[in-house]
């Protein structure tokens, strides 16, 4: 299910303009707009979820699935030397954007923060 006023659910649909990496019939992967390494992508469920603590079990092969196919999809972007994976929860860790999403960052030495 989308949600109409969801910015990701709105570049999913394709109303807002993204540039895609990859697609299949569960998620959306595409460069964050904001950069904060020199490759910085977000992979996205097409379903919407606003937090990771909706994802329970029932709900769990989505994440999994994500998680099953981003080294390939990492690798082919330009983080064949590592990336590291975030996923922001709730206002203390800043989460901006409220549809379940993964940032892919990489493409260079990453600096611990
Ligand atoms: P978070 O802080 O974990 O909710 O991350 C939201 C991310 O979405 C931020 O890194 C933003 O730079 C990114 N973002 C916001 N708007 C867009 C957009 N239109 N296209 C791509 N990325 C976006
Ligand atoms: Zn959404």
Redesign the pocket.
């Known amino acids: 299910m989308l949600d109409n006023d969801c910015?990701?659910c709105k570049?999913i649909k394709g109303e807002?303009?993204?540039?895609k990496v990859y697609e299949d019939e569960e998620m959306h992967v595409?460069?964050?707009?904001?950069?904060?390494a020199k490759v910085?992508l977000?992979a996205v469920p097409k379903d919407h979820y606003k937090l990771l603590s909706e994802m329970d079990e029932s709900r769990a092969e989505t994440l999994s699935h994500i998680l099953a196919k981003l080294p390939e999809i990492a690798e082919k972007n330009g983080c064949d030397n590592g990336y590291r994976l975030?996923?922001?929860q709730g206002d203390d860790?800043?989460?901006?954007?409220?549809h379940l999403?993964v940032?892919i960052l990489g493409g260079e030495n990453l600096p611990f923060e």
């Open positions: 910015l990701f570049i807002i303009p993204s540039a595409f460069k964050d707009i904001a950069p904060k910085h977000l975030i996923v922001n860790a800043g989460q901006t954007v409220f999403h940032h």
